[in-house]
Every structure is written in structure tokens, then in C-alpha cells.
């Protein structure tokens, strides 16, 4: 099923933002060494569904609503729970730049289509692109440096 309204997107950008904060929040028990770089992109992840809601809800309107689409296939984004399983060592990097990859290109093809929307919702959609970038560029370093340590499962 595609989405067609800018509801139904927003939705699903807010289960991707949701998706990531577990994610995160349960590499950084793991990788405790680096549990403050992952558990910063946890909170930037809440912080980045009220940026996006926010941009939504302010602008948004029956009329707009009901007269603005989207076409979107979320089978194209979506993040399988399994996909986010963390393997050992370096696949759980693999895996966070895989996720942000999947999710920066969501956000672009949103902010594309919503362009003739309203400034506010494609700007905060390429604004999340950005920053899925900046977060691509931190774990392929800190995998490439070998930084991401992993910690032996608590008993």
C-alpha cells in the first residue's frame, strides 16, 4: 500500500525516528565506550519527530490535506525488525549506516514530493536528510577507526 497523505508520512517518519531510538538506545548498552555518540543520535531521533510534527501540524490544514498527495511505497523505506538485530563488531556499524541510508532517502523523496506543500514540511524533511548524512559520516568513522568496541553482555 502507497501512502498518499502527508498524515500517512508522517506517520511513518515517526516510526522511523522510533525505530532508531531503540536501536541506538540498545547498541549503546553494548558499546559502552561509545554509548555517548549513540545515545546523542537516540535523542536527536526524539528530538527529530518533533521537528517534523511540528513542521506537520503548523502548516497543515483540511484543505491542504485533502488536496496535496503523495506517492510513496513504505516497502521501499521500511525497516525490518530483523535488520536491526546487532550482529558482532563492525555489521551493527554497518547495520546504523544501512538504517540512516534507508531513512535519509525517505526523507528526501518526501521533501521532494511536498515541495509545492508548504516551505516549512520539505524544509524539515531535507533538514533530516542532513543530518542522516552527518550521522553516515560519524559511524562509517568510528567504524573505519575501529572505535565501536563492543562490551562482553552483562551477566
Known amino acids: 500500500m502507497k501512502f498518499n497523505t502527508a498524515s500517512q508520512v508522517i506517520s511513518f517518519a515517526r516510526k522511523l525516528e522510533e525505530d532508531g531510538i531503540d536501536f541506538y538506545e ?11 555518540i549513540l545515545l546523542g543520535f537516540a535523542r536527536e531521533n526524539k528530538k ?3 521537528r517534523v510534527e ?9 484543505a491542504i490535506e485533502g ?3 503523495f506517492d510513496l511505497d513504505p516497502e521501499e523505506f521500511a525497516i525490518k525488525p530483523e535488520d536491526l538485530q546487532h550482529p558482532a563488531g563492525s555489521n551493527s556499524i554497518n547495520t546504523a549506516i544501512e538504517m540512516e ?9 518526501a521533501a521532494e514530493q511536498s515541495k509545492s506543500l508548504l516551505a516549512d514540511v520539505p524544509r524539515a524533511f ?6 542522516r548524512d552527518d550521522r553516515r559520516k560519524k559511524l562509517a568513522s568510528l567504524r573505519d577507526t575501529g572505535n ?5 553482555e552483562p551477566r
Open 54 to 62: 511540528r513542521a506537520y501540524y503548523g502548516v497543515i490544514s483540511d
Open 126 to 131: 531535507s533538514t533530516m536528510v542532513k543530518l
Open 148 to 152: 565501536l568496541a563492543e562490551q562482553p
Open 48 to 50: 527529530n519527530i518533533t
Open 101 to 109: 541510508s534507508q531513512t535519509a532517502r525517505f526523507y528526501d523523496k
Open 67 to 69: 488536496c496535496f498527495t
Open 26 to 36: 540498545s547498541m549503546a548498552k553494548r558499546y559502552t565506550e561509545d554509548s555517548d
